[in-house]
């Protein structure tokens, strides 16, 4: 089993920075991907930014030039670096995990926090 804890949610005002960061825990394990999805309310789950383990990266295109993913591979931990926040990437943003466990790859999720982008 591997938890993944996201923290770095919280309320920001229009065209201010926030940095998420998730923390991957467990045992015997190895990450190929870490992403970053979010949730508003009435909509779908969407992709927000996604990196593997050569250290590829790909953004929705309503981020790009403005989030960055990195990661930390000595800590198992992703961040997501956000930049000129506007209203409409108001959300709950979640984790998720690619992992590696013996011959076995399962996807996990963070709990989710909440950004709020308002003035």
């Known amino acids: 089993q591997v938890q993944l804890v996201e923290s770095g949610g919280g309320l920001v005002q229009p065209g201010g920075s926030l940095r998420l960061t998730c923390a991957a825990s467990?045992?015997?394990?190895?990450?190929?991907?870490m992403g970053w999805y979010r949730q508003a309310p009435g909509k779908q789950r969407e992709l927000v930014a996604i990196?593997?383990?050569?250290?590829?990266?790909n953004y929705a295109d309503s981020v790009k030039g403005r989030f960055t993913i990195s990661r930390d591979n000595a800590k198992n931990t992703a961040y997501l670096q956000m930049n000129n926040v506007k209203a409409e990437d108001t959300a709950v943003y979640y984790c998720?995990?690619?992992?590696?466990?013996?011959?076995?790859?399962?996807?996990?999720w963070g709990q989710g926090t909440q950004v709020t982008v308002s003035s």
């Open positions: 990196i593997i383990s050569g250290g590829n990266t």
């Open positions: 467990g045992r015997n394990f190895s990450i190929n991907a």
């Open positions: 998720n995990s690619i992992v590696q466990q013996g011959s076995t790859s399962r996807s996990y």
